[in-house]
């Protein structure tokens, strides 16, 4: 299995703040074929089922604000809320779809105001 | 505007087989590269991949439980059905169907959105 290694575990932001999650793959998820990181992330608000953020590691979803973005290549990667909003207090996961053998998710992170 | 709602029992007891149905809108299974996954999440704890079924009929399972998932699709009815057999209390999880979408102009993969609001299923005798 591909694990995804997330840190911090939570973190309490300021409004108005950046807020940066970073998410670790024990293997590389970038595909040598089409130079495409195969990683997803989600966002998961209190009671609410996971919303799709971001794929393909930095291609943002339609819909989704531009104050969120995906960095990263290979097993390193990182999802930046630039301005976090009240409305950004949620667990975020990130998702390889690198693989179906298994498809995995990290652990999440909570982000909270401070 | 796409989706999804899943359907079945609250509670099922240790070693029966649980049956959970994705009733969907706004797409199509007849073809190609659109599918449905289910994902799973224990209280408190984080999601967990079970199994996806594309329109080209492709299915991919979770390896580690491989033997006790099958999961099927009945185009005339737009729903995805998801069998889990020898059910066990660590199973009891929050279980969500999830759209696998195309992108106009792009490729498709095995990224979920959207979601249904999810089901909550106990197990316990």
């Known amino acids: 299995d591909i694990v995804m290694t997330q840190s911090p575990d939570s973190l309490a932001v300021s409004l108005g703040e950046r807020a940066t999650i970073n998410c670790k793959s024990s293997?590389?998820?970038?595909?040598?074929?089409?130079?495409?990181?195969?990683l997803a992330w989600y966002q998961q608000r209190p009671g609410q089922p996971p919303k799709l953020l971001i794929y393909?590691?930095?291609t943002r979803e339609p819909g989704v604000p531009d104050r969120f973005s995906g960095s990263g290549s290979g097993t390193d990667f990182t999802l930046t809320i630039s301005s976090l909003q009240a409305e950004d207090v949620a667990v975020y996961y990130c998702?390889?779809?690198?693989?179906?053998?298994?498809?995995?998710f990290g652990g999440g992170t909570r982000v909270e105001i401070k | 505007q796409i989706t999804l709602k899943e359907s079945g029992p609250t509670l099922v007891k240790p070693t029966q087989t649980l049956t959970l149905t994705c009733t969907f809108s706004?797409?199509?299974?007849?073809?190609?590269?659109?599918?449905v996954g289910w994902i799973r999440q224990p209280p408190g704890k984080a999601l967990e991949w079970l199994a996806l079924?594309?329109?080209?009929?492709?299915?991919r399972y979770r390896p580690s439980l491989r033997s006790r998932l099958t999961i099927t699709k009945d185009t005339s009815k737009n729903q995805v059905v998801l069998t889990m057999s020898d059910m066990d209390p660590v199973d009891t999880a929050t279980y969500y169907c999830?759209?696998?979408?195309?992108?106009?102009?792009?490729?498709?993969?095995?990224?979920?959105?959207?979601w249904g609001q999810g089901t909550l299923v106990t197990v316990s005798s």
């Open positions: 999830a759209h696998r979408p195309c992108p106009p102009n792009d490729d498709c993969n095995n990224w979920f959105g959207p």
């Open positions: 706004g797409f199509s299974l007849n073809s190609g590269g659109v599918g």
């Open positions: 079924i594309l329109g080209d009929d492709t299915i």
């Open positions: 293997q590389s998820v970038l595909s040598n074929s089409n130079n495409k990181n195969y």
């Open positions: 393909w590691a930095s």
């Open positions: 998702q390889q779809h690198y693989t179906t053998s298994p498809i995995t």
